[in-house]
């Protein structure tokens, strides 16, 4: 399973890739506007900083919302740097747009799935990557979870090579049920990554081996 960071933070980005495990980056409108980057040039030299501390994909999505607009944004995003992926709603113009830079060789990352359906349509057109939003259907009472399993189940048996990549991760413990659900890459908040880390018997048993090497050098 990959590991991609979901923010638009440089800092959180750097400190993910100093980690050694981090496989690439996504970003949203919304994060990006958290980071207060406004601006069209300012978006392109934002995605190309973070295209140069992490050797990975990285998802810039379109803002436009017709076919057109999508392909022209589409277009100048990938023209960026190689590592870009172009980001699309699942909309009837998003999936229009996921076939247009599929026969075009360029990878695409098609977002905001929340049903099955959304998801065989996304592989069909030839998304790279299809992005189930496992958080915000949970925060319906739905199974985000069960969604990721129930996308990776339908592309195996299909053979789409489209990579389920779990979105809208939450904490630590949706990172090791897309794991087990089958999930090819989760895009996390760096807590969630860092979540892994914790657990009490490590920090004791660290404890107990540094104060047993202590008492004999002391
Ligand atoms: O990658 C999509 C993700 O950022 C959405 O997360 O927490 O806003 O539902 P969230």
Redesign the pocket.
């Known amino acids: 399973m990959k590991f991609f960071i979901?923010t638009a933070n440089l800092a959180q980005i750097r400190e993910a890739n100093e980690m050694g495990v981090l496989d690439g980056v996504?970003t949203?409108p919304?994060?990006m506007a958290k980071e207060n980057i406004r601006g069209e040039e300012a978006c392109r030299r934002h995605y190309l900083e973070i295209c140069s501390i992490v050797d990975g994909p990285v998802s810039a999505e379109v803002i436009a919302t017709d076919f057109e607009g999508m392909v022209r944004e589409g277009e100048e995003l990938a023209a960026l740097h190689p590592n870009i992926v172009v980001k699309l709603p699942c909309t009837a113009d998003g999936i229009r747009a996921v076939k247009y830079f599929s026969k075009k060789g360029i990878r695409t990352n098609c977002?905001l799935v929340f049903s099955v359906g959304q998801a065989l349509l996304a592989a069909k057109a030839g998304a790279t990557y299809v992005?189930p939003?496992v958080?915000?259907l949970d925060?319906i009472s739905e199974d985000g979870v069960g969604l990721v399993a129930h996308i990776v189940q339908m592309y195996r048996y299909y053979e789409f090579p489209t990579f389920v990549l779990a979105?809208?991760?939450?904490h630590t413990q949706h990172i090791i049920q897309c794991l087990d659900a089958g999930a090819d890459v989760a895009?996390c908040?760096l807590a969630a990554i860092k979540g892994l880390l914790k657990h009490p018997l490590t920090d004791s048993g660290l404890a107990q081996f540094l104060a047993d090497h202590a008492k004999v050098n002391a």
Do not use: M, Y
């Open positions: 979901d996504t949203n919304s994060l977002t992005s939003f958080g915000r925060d979105a809208s991760i939450r895009t908040p």
